[in-house]
């Protein structure tokens, strides 16, 4: 290469570096001058009456006694009724002896959205379910606490749930945490990153995380070498952090490589992503038909999967749209009672709310630039789904 090529190419690798952090400040000065670097989920006493097990008796005794206890609940703007927030409602679920999923399964739930083929909404849909499973009104008594594992170089996923991470070297990805074989202090304490919604977390993933997948036996040996290199996601991760999590996804690439393979290893259910458009049905069902040649594969590496079921679900899905049903009938026939009833629609909600590194969940209504009356459908829309692949996937975990 000429000199003056390299020159070149070195110069616009310092402004690519220079332009990604100007990007970054400028979403988190926005966020910060708007007031919403976090989701605050907040309930009226009205709202509160509705959900699972509450009733206005209920709402008005208990509130009534953690008022006499000390507690003070904040009041809404107008200064006449409450603002409770997520955490108290978690309190008053408590003081009622409502079980929560970690007190009634014995393990999480493991669970990877998996589509070999690119654009399919992997991560976008990772993301949302990742948000809409902790926030969906039916659900909260539930006190879910999930985290996403990112093994896609890309990072999609993390700079979606954590876009101050994706700035910078990230040293603790979850593939680097992987080989350094951490403890759970360690994992929990350096390694795992809150999202825009507590409860949510990140292990993130970083563009130098694809030099080590094309060499991941090789470091393997060197560092792990009493584990099998198909199963060091569940040795070194899932095994360490499964009482603190009850939903584990697990983001990949569109590549067939270690970390698919991994992931592959260690789920309990596989969600596939099927967007209705011919060329990614297609796609999608080559997919489907090499995943048992993909279990044999990894069978032969010498490593046991768990896995227990394997779900399909539309995405991208425009119900007025005859192409769209046809398709979808075509997934039925495929997938049977294992294709989710709930499908993700087709909607630019989801682009404008990565505009800001949000996830439609925890994407803010001040920070919206767009209609906010589709936003509250699509808000809707992934709620459903949520609570569709809750349905669907709870009985994998046995009661205690
Ligand atoms: N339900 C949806 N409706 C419309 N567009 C969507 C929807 N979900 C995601 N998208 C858009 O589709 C594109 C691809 O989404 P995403 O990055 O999640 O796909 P992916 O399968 O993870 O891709 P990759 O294979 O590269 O990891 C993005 O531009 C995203 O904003
Ligand atoms: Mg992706």
Redesign the pocket.
């Known amino acids: 290469m000429e000199k003056s090529v390299r020159r070149q190419i070195e110069r616009i690798s310092r402004n690519a570096k220079k332009t990604k952090e100007a990007l970054v400040k400028q979403i988190k000065a926005d966020k910060e001058a708007n007031g919403t670097m976090r989701l605050e989920r907040n309930f009226s006493k009205t709202q509160l009456y509705k959900l699972p097990h509450l009733s206005k008796g209920i709402v008005e005794k208990e509130t009534e006694d953690m008022m006499k206890e000390g507690h003070v609940f904040r009041k809404n703007e107008n200064g006449i009724g409450y603002c409770i927030s997520l955490d108290e409602v978690l309190t008053i679920y408590k003081r009622r002896n409502i079980p929560t999923f970690r007190e009634r399964k014995e393990d999480p739930i493991i669970a990877a959205?998996a589509?070999?083929?690119?654009?399919?909404?992997?991560?976008?849909?990772?993301?949302?379910l990742a948000h809409g499973l902790r926030t969906h009104p039916s659900l909260i008594c539930e006190d879910l606490r999930i985290l996403v594992i990112d093994l896609?170089p890309?990072g999609?996923?993390t700079l979606l749930l954590s876009f101050e991470k994706s700035v910078g070297e990230v040293e603790d990805t979850a593939v680097q945490t992987m080989l350094h074989n951490l403890s759970k202090k360690e994992l929990m304490e350096e390694c795992v990153i809150a999202s825009a919604v507590d409860g949510v977390d990140v292990l993130p993933a970083n563009i130098g995380d694809a030099f080590i997948a094309s060499e991941w036996e090789k470091f393997c040996n060197e560092d792990l070498p009493n584990i099998n290199p198909y199963e060091v996601l569940y040795k070194t991760i899932i095994e360490k952090l499964k009482d603190e999590y009850d939903f584990i996804f697990i983001?990949?690439?569109?590549h067939l490589d270690a970390f698919l393979e991994n992931t592959l290893q260690c789920v309990d259910a596989m969600l596939v992503?099927l967007?209705p458009s011919n060329v990614d049905l297609h796609a999608s069902c080559n997919f489907l038909e090499r995943i048992p040649l993909m279990y044999d594969a990894i069978k032969e590496k010498g490593v046991e999967a768990r896995l227990q079921t394997l779900v399909g679900f539309m995405?991208?899905?425009d119900a007025k749209d005859e192409d769209d049903l046809d398709a979808r009938t075509m997934a039925k026939d495929m997938l049977g009672g294992n294709l989710l009833d709930v499908n993700?629609?087709?909607?630019?909600?989801?682009?404008v709310?990565?505009e800001t590194f949000d996830s439609v969940i925890s994407v803010s209504r001040k920070n919206y630039d767009g209609d906010k009356k589709t936003l509250k459908r699509?808000q809707d829309n992934v709620l459903s789904f949520s609570r569709s692949v809750f349905d669907h996937l709870k009985h994998l975990s046995e009661d205690k």
């Open positions: 959205i589509n070999l083929k690119g654009g399919v909404t992997k991560s976008v849909s990772t993301v949302s896609d890309q999609t996923a983001d990949n690439g569109p992503p967007p995405t991208k899905f993700i629609v087709d909607s630019k909600a989801f682009e709310s990565a699509i």
